[in-house]
């Protein structure tokens, strides 16, 4: 399985999204969560985003959720970059 999971920097407008193979950890309790917050720590928030069962449908995903916000790949890693709007 693949897990969409998305920091927002609040305070450098920085929002990347990464493609993990295990599902995002809350920063309270450290549970397991396939969508919803995860917490913010240090100025980032973190959301997981959901549970694909290729890495092409969260490639899909990402291209689909972020797609008015110019989202990029960075390099060869499963991690893109998208513009900051403020909301989620």
Same mark, same amino acid.
């Given at each position: 399985?693949?897990?969409? =999971? $998305?920091?927002?920097? &609040?305070?450098?407008? $920085? #929002? @990347? =999204?990464? #493609?993990?193979? $295990?599902?995002?950890? !809350? &920063?309270?309790? %450290?549970?397991?969560? #396939? &969508?919803?917050? /995860?917490? /913010?720590? &240090?100025?980032?928030?973190?959301?997981? %985003?959901?549970? *694909? =069962?290729? $890495? @092409? +449908?969260? =490639?899909? *995903? #990402?291209? /689909?959720?972020?797609?008015?916000? +110019?989202? %990029?790949?960075?390099? +060869?890693?499963?991690?893109? !970059?998208?513009?900051?709007?403020?909301?989620?």
């Amino acid at each position: 399985m693949f897990y969409v =999971i $998305e920091t927002a920097d &609040n305070n450098t407008r $920085e #929002i @990347k =999204i990464y #493609i993990s193979p $295990e599902p995002g950890r !809350t &920063n309270v309790g %450290h549970k397991q969560l #396939i &969508n919803g917050w /995860l917490g /913010l720590s &240090n100025g980032r928030s973190e959301y997981a %985003h959901g549970e *694909f =069962i290729s $890495e @092409k +449908d969260a =490639i899909k *995903f #990402i291209r /689909l959720k972020w797609k008015d916000r +110019d989202v %990029h790949k960075v390099r +060869d890693v499963n991690y893109y !970059t998208a513009k900051w709007t403020g909301v989620h």
